[in-house]
């Protein structure tokens, strides 16, 4: 870190006094629609500038790697790797979430009917849409783009990383001719990094807004009722990244301890915003200085925002329990089962959309015997619980691009070592 004049905070640390601020804020202004409405376009201007750079640095970085990697033997063997370490890690984390609400039942500690409904019905319509396409078939199709610049335009990322995998291999294919697309999407991912290090200055005062409008809608007395099951929820993703990611990455030779010291301004960007895509340019360049190589790093993390989205996993089906004990809805071991294997199905269908982590409840209670009406009454505290989970799978993902780095023999340990001890000193 560099000194002007005397001390300079951190990132991390300007984005937790921008929380904070932001919970004031929010208990200030609570039910003040004008404050409410300014917060929530300030917010929804700062993501907007995320997702103004995510998309340009995936198809750049990403064409470069698989381009430099220029074997499709070893991207597709990259990609077998990467798509069984994500069902593993995800289905870890439905199974010990499942674990978790049968041992200590959080929704027989609550009057389900004394809860305070909320409006979910933009939730209940994306659902409707995103089911009627949630199917394995569906799911294949949807990611071979008919028009790669609609998917540009609409955001789609397994689109966009399917072009971008067959334009690399496209452009090694043609040898030295090939060579002036890689400089220029080289010199553009270069660009857009320089312009996310830009953007990030107003990381703190989005997060302000984004805290404080959620604090301002709700209020937090809307969050006593709950505690025990927010408390549980974060207890049990701290065990999954302390204990079940910390085990993986002993197996493969990474301390969990330092990974999280390199991305800590970033896990606490998206646990501020509740958005992975506000960490996900800053988390592709640091995994590639932590000596990950750049095919890989580019190829993982992009498609893990989709398939490996570990803290929803652990979320939904908590919940789905949690609300089944409160509506004292007694689930067999092979119902639990059944709910395992429908998860497993739905996070990975309809892990594209807004709100994924609620749409896929709103998909699966049904098969429980859980009423819908049912999650009206943790929607207030869905936003609160998503900075969680969104944490979770900024660091599952990163964690996931060390191991398949190391699998493949390409991870730097001596960048790695080098890179890490460059936090000691900030």
Same mark, same amino acid.
Request: aromatic share 10%; proline share 2%.
């Given at each position: 870190?560099?000194?002007?004049?005397?001390?300079?905070?951190?990132?991390?640390?300007?984005?937790?006094?921008?929380?904070?601020?932001?919970?004031?804020?929010?208990?200030?202004?609570?039910?003040?629609?004008?404050?409410?409405?300014?917060?929530?376009?300030?917010?929804?201007?700062?993501?907007?500038?995320?997702?103004?750079?995510?998309?340009?640095?995936?198809?750049?970085?990403?064409?470069?790697?698989?381009?430099?990697?220029?074997?499709?033997?070893?991207?597709?063997?990259?990609?077998?790797?990467?798509?069984?370490?994500?069902?593993?890690?995800?289905?870890?984390?439905?199974?010990?979430?499942?674990?978790?609400?049968?041992?200590?039942?959080?929704?027989?500690?609550?009057?389900?009917?004394?809860?305070?409904?909320?409006?979910?019905?933009?939730?209940?319509?994306?659902?409707?849409?995103?089911?009627?396409?949630?199917?394995?078939?569906?799911?294949?199709?949807?990611?071979?783009?008919? @028009? &790669? $610049?609609?998917? /540009?335009?609409?955001?789609?990322?397994?689109? %966009?990383?399917? +072009? *971008?995998?067959?334009?690399?291999?496209?452009?090694?294919?043609?040898?030295?001719?090939?060579?002036?697309?890689?400089?220029?999407?080289?010199?553009?991912?270069?660009?857009?990094?320089?312009?996310?290090?830009?953007?990030?200055?107003?990381?703190?005062?989005?997060?302000?807004?984004?805290?404080?409008?959620?604090?301002?809608?709700?209020?937090?007395?809307?969050?006593?009722?709950?505690?025990?099951?927010?408390?549980?929820?974060?207890?049990?993703?701290?065990?999954?990244?302390?204990?079940?990611?910390?085990?993986?990455?002993?197996?493969?030779?990474? @301390? &969990? $301890?330092?990974? /999280?010291?390199?991305?800590?301004?970033?896990? %606490?960007?998206? +646990? *501020?915003?509740?958005?992975?895509?506000?960490?996900?340019?800053?988390?592709?360049?640091?995994?590639?200085?932590?000596?990950?190589?750049?095919?890989?790093?580019?190829?993982?993390?992009?498609?893990?925002?989709?398939?490996?989205?570990?803290?929803?996993?652990?979320?939904?089906?908590?919940?789905?329990?949690?609300?089944?004990?409160?509506?004292?809805?007694?689930?067999?071991?092979?119902?639990?089962?059944?709910?395992?294997?429908?998860?497993?199905?739905?996070?990975?269908?309809?892990?594209?959309?807004?709100?994924?982590?609620?749409?896929?409840?709103?998909?699966?209670?049904?098969?429980?015997?859980?009423?819908?009406?049912?999650?009206?009454?943790?929607?207030?505290?869905?936003?609160?619980?998503?900075?969680?989970?969104?944490?979770?799978?900024?660091?599952?993902?990163?964690?996931?691009?060390?191991?398949?780095?190391?699998?493949?023999?390409?991870?730097?340990?001596?960048?790695?070592?080098?890179?890490?001890?460059?936090?000691?000193?900030?």
């Amino acid at each position: 870190m560099k000194h002007y004049r005397g001390y300079r905070l951190t990132l991390g640390w300007q984005i937790l006094i921008g929380l904070v601020l932001g919970i004031v804020l929010g208990v200030v202004f609570y039910q003040n629609k004008t404050a409410i409405m300014a917060m929530q376009n300030i917010g929804t201007m700062f993501i907007s500038l995320i997702q103004m750079i995510v998309l340009p640095i995936v198809v750049s970085c990403l064409t470069v790697g698989i381009a430099n990697m220029g074997d499709i033997k070893k991207l597709g063997r990259i990609g077998g790797k990467t798509l069984i370490y994500f069902e593993l890690m995800t289905t870890i984390a439905i199974i010990l979430g499942l674990v978790v609400a049968n041992i200590f039942h959080p929704g027989d500690f609550i009057n389900i009917h004394s809860l305070q409904s909320q409006d979910i019905s933009q939730y209940v319509s994306t659902a409707k849409t995103a089911k009627q396409h949630s199917g394995i078939w569906d799911t294949l199709m949807g990611i071979i783009p008919t @028009n &790669i $610049f609609s998917s /540009l335009s609409n955001g789609d990322m397994m689109p %966009v990383i399917f +072009f *971008s995998v067959f334009f690399g291999l496209g452009t090694a294919a043609i040898g030295e001719k090939g060579q002036i697309i890689i400089d220029f999407l080289q010199a553009v991912s270069e660009v857009m990094f320089k312009v996310t290090n830009w953007v990030m200055h107003a990381a703190p005062i989005g997060v302000c807004a984004l805290i404080g409008v959620t604090v301002a809608q709700m209020g937090l007395s809307a969050l006593a009722p709950l505690g025990y099951f927010i408390v549980l929820a974060y207890a049990t993703m701290a065990v999954f990244i302390l204990v079940f990611m910390g085990l993986v990455g002993k197996l493969f030779g990474l @301390n &969990i $301890f330092t990974l /999280l010291k390199v991305i800590r301004d970033e896990v %606490v960007l998206a +646990f *501020s915003t509740a958005s992975s895509e506000a960490a996900l340019p800053r988390i592709i360049d640091k995994m590639d200085k932590f000596g990950v190589s750049q095919g890989i790093v580019s190829f993982v993390i992009p498609t893990g925002y989709t398939f490996n989205l570990d803290g929803s996993a652990i979320y939904q089906s908590l919940a789905a329990l949690f609300l089944a004990q409160a509506y004292h809805i007694h689930l067999s071991l092979g119902q639990q089962i059944t709910l395992l294997v429908v998860l497993m199905i739905t996070s990975k269908g309809m892990a594209g959309v807004p709100g994924a982590s609620f749409v896929v409840l709103l998909a699966t209670i049904s098969t429980i015997g859980v009423p819908m009406a049912g999650l009206t009454f943790i929607a207030g505290i869905d936003r609160l619980v998503d900075m969680g989970r969104t944490a979770v799978n900024v660091v599952g993902n990163s964690l996931a691009s060390v191991v398949i780095a190391k699998s493949e023999h390409e991870f730097d340990e001596d960048q790695a070592t080098a890179y890490a001890a460059s936090f000691n000193k900030k």
